[in-house]
T-cell receptor, first 113, second 112 residues
Framework: AQSVTQLGSHVSVSEGALVLLRCNYSSSVPPYLFWYVQYPNQGLQLLLK??????LVKGINGFEAEFKKSETSFHLTKPSAHMSDAAEYFC???????????FGDGTTLTVKP | EPEVTQTPSHQVTQMGQEVILRCVPI?????FYWYRQILGQKVEFLVS????????KSEIFDDQFSVERPDGSNFTLKIRSTKLEDSAMYFC??????????FGQGTRLTVV
C-alpha cells in the first residue's frame, strides 16, 4: 500500500520568499512521485514528476523537488514566491502506473504582498 | 498541447437521479481513470480502465458506479441513484503507459 503525507495544510509566505512544501511518502516499491497544482475551480496541472534517474527534478513555473529515498521525502521548493503561485498543491505517489496515484491532503499556499 | 476534455463542467441533479459524466481522452492514450474530490478534501482514486475493462477500483467505486467507453472515444462515468454525498468534483485522467497522467478540468456534480 502507498500513502502520502503533506505536512502543513496551509503555508503562507511573502512575495519573493522561499517556498517549501513538504511531502513524505510510503511505498513498498520504488515510487513514481508527482506534484500537482490546482487553482480555484480548475483541474490538476502537473508541476513536476520523479520516475527514475536524477533525484532533483525541475518543473514548470520555477518549481523543483528532490527525491530523498533515505528520508522518503519529495519536498517542493521555489526560490522566490510570486503572487500567481497562490494555489492548492498536491503531492502524489504511484507504485507502478502513473495514472493510478494516491494523493496527499493538499497544501494551500498563500503569498502575501 | 493535447488535453483531456470533460463535459459537462457543472451538473446539478436531484437525489436519486442517474448522471453520466463524459471524458474525451487524449487520442493515443490507453489507460483511463476517474478520480473524485469532495469539496475541501483530497483527490481520491475511483477506477482505472484499460482494454475495455476495469483494471482496478477503489472501495468507493461500488455498484452505484459504472464506467464504459461505448464508442471508442468518450469514456464515461455513470452514477446511478445519486446521493447527497456524491456531490464532488470528478476528474478524468488518461495516460499512454507509465507516463504522466493528464487530468481534465473536472465536472462539478451537485446533488440536491
Amino acid at each position: 500500500a502507498q500513502s502520502v503525507t503533506q505536512l502543513g495544510s496551509h503555508v503562507s509566505v511573502s512575495e519573493g520568499a522561499l517556498v517549501l512544501l513538504r511531502c513524505n511518502y510510503s511505498s513498498s516499491v520504488p515510487p513514481y512521485l508527482f506534484w500537482y497544482v490546482q487553482y480555484p475551480n480548475q483541474g490538476l496541472q502537473l508541476l513536476l514528476k520523479y520516475t527514475t534517474g536524477a533525484t532533483l527534478v525541475k518543473g514548470i513555473n520555477g518549481f523543483e523537488a528532490e527525491f530523498k529515498k533515505s528520508e522518503t521525502s519529495f519536498h517542493l521548493t521555489k526560490p522566490s514566491a510570486h503572487m500567481s503561485d497562490a494555489a492548492e498543491y498536491f503531492c502524489a505517489v504511484s507504485e507502478n502506473n502513473a495514472g493510478k496515484s494516491t494523493f496527499g491532503d493538499g497544501t494551500t499556499l498563500t503569498v502575501k504582498p | 498541447e493535447p488535453e483531456v476534455t470533460q463535459t459537462p463542467s457543472h451538473q446539478v441533479t436531484q437525489m436519486g437521479q442517474e448522471v453520466i459524466l463524459r471524458c474525451v481522452p487524449i487520442s493515443n492514450h490507453l489507460y483511463f481513470y476517474w478520480y473524485r474530490q469532495i469539496l475541501g478534501q483530497k483527490v481520491e482514486f475511483l477506477v482505472s480502465f484499460y482494454n475495455n475493462e476495469i483494471s482496478e477500483k477503489s472501495e468507493i467505486f461500488d455498484d452505484q458506479f459504472s464506467v464504459e467507453r461505448p464508442d471508442g472515444s468518450n469514456f464515461t462515468l455513470k452514477i446511478r441513484s445519486t446521493k447527497l454525498e456524491d456531490s464532488a468534483m470528478y476528474f478524468c485522467a488518461t495516460t499512454l503507459r507509465n507516463t504522466e497522467a493528464f487530468f481534465g478540468q473536472g465536472t462539478r456534480l451537485t446533488v440536491v
